[in-house]
């Protein structure tokens, strides 16, 4: 959508342990000196087995260490389909309707910059607006353009961007035809520009991105003429 001239307004650690008691398997004590040998023979034979046995397992850790394959990852398939986010939902919602409102006016934004930078609505702009513009809207929309080309854009700003709007009601008319209920702030495109209430029908046409088109637009009650949304002469 387009002001249209002012016409229309988004701690490695080991177990560590005190083996020690008082009086330890060294001290003599009468009577006790063949136990105590036989102890610490017994003594000396475990910590030898012990040693061995850490030494073996240390061995073959490490000579399995060097065996080891490195950790490896394994990154989940990517996925070849993508989500269409202008497929219809079965429902469609606020959310799906501020979507589409979006992208149409990226659009009509790229259009108006295309105007101001070549100062002139060619081809290429009026096919952007076409492909978002059903009649009687695409003429305001043409005729509002053409008008701020010949005023040099004096009554637009320097680098127009994608109007600001809130979609805040849906009516779904039927599958090809929604009437959506919105607040644009046209600040972003015209310097005196204000926020307005604005009303759009959008209907199903294969014409941009979206699948959808502008059919009407108005600020207050619907414009007089006869007709039901979307088909109206």
Same mark, same amino acid.
């Given at each position: ?5 002012? +016409?229309?307004?988004? /701690?490695?650690?080991?177990? /560590?342990? #005190?083996?020690? %008691? ?13 136990a ?16 061995? &046995?850490?030494?073996?397992?240390? !061995? ?5 260490g #060097?065996?080891r394959?490195?950790? /490896? ?12 986010p ?6 469609? #919602? ?7 409102? *979006? ?12 105007a ?5 609505? *060619? ?7 076409r492909s978002?513009?059903? =009649? ?9 353009? =053409? &008008? ?6 004096? *009554? ?8 600001a709007?809130?979609v ?7 599958d090809? !035809?929604?009437? &959506?209920?919105?607040?644009? *702030?046209?600040?972003k ?12 029908e959008?209907?199903?046409?294969? %014409?941009? #991105?979206?699948?959808? /088109? ?12 006869? +007709?039901?949304? !979307? =088909?109206?002469?």
């Amino acid at each position: 959508m387009l002001p249209g001239g002012f +016409g229309r307004f988004r /701690t490695r650690g080991g177990l /560590t342990g #005190d083996a020690r %008691r008082p009086g330890g398997l060294g001290g003599r004590s009468p009577g006790y000196t063949g136990a105590v040998r036989r102890g610490v023979s017994v003594l000396a034979m475990v910590l030898v087995l012990v040693l061995v &046995a850490v030494a073996t397992v240390g !061995c073959g850790r490490s000579g399995d260490g #060097d065996k080891r394959a490195e950790p /490896t990852t394994t990154a989940s398939p990517v996925s070849t389909t993508t989500t269409d986010p202008w497929a219809v939902p079965d429902q469609i #919602d606020v959310a799906y309707v501020q979507r589409v409102v *979006d992208g149409l006016s990226r659009i009509l934004t790229k259009a108006w910059q295309l105007a101001r930078d070549r100062g002139k609505v *060619d081809a290429e702009v009026e096919r952007l607006v076409r492909s978002v513009d059903e =009649q009687p809207v695409l003429g305001v929309d043409l005729d509002g353009l =053409q &008008a701020s080309v010949n005023a040099q854009f004096a *009554d637009v700003v320097e680098r127009p961007r994608p109007l600001a709007a809130e979609v805040r009601q849906v009516q779904v008319v039927n599958d090809t !035809c929604v009437v &959506a209920r919105m607040q644009i *702030d046209f600040s972003k495109i015209v310097p005196s520009g204000a926020v307005r209430d604005v009303t759009q029908e959008l209907v199903r046409r294969g %014409r941009n #991105d979206t699948g959808w /088109t502008i059919a009407a637009q108005y600020f207050s009650a619907p414009p007089a003429r006869r +007709g039901e949304p !979307c =088909q109206r002469p």
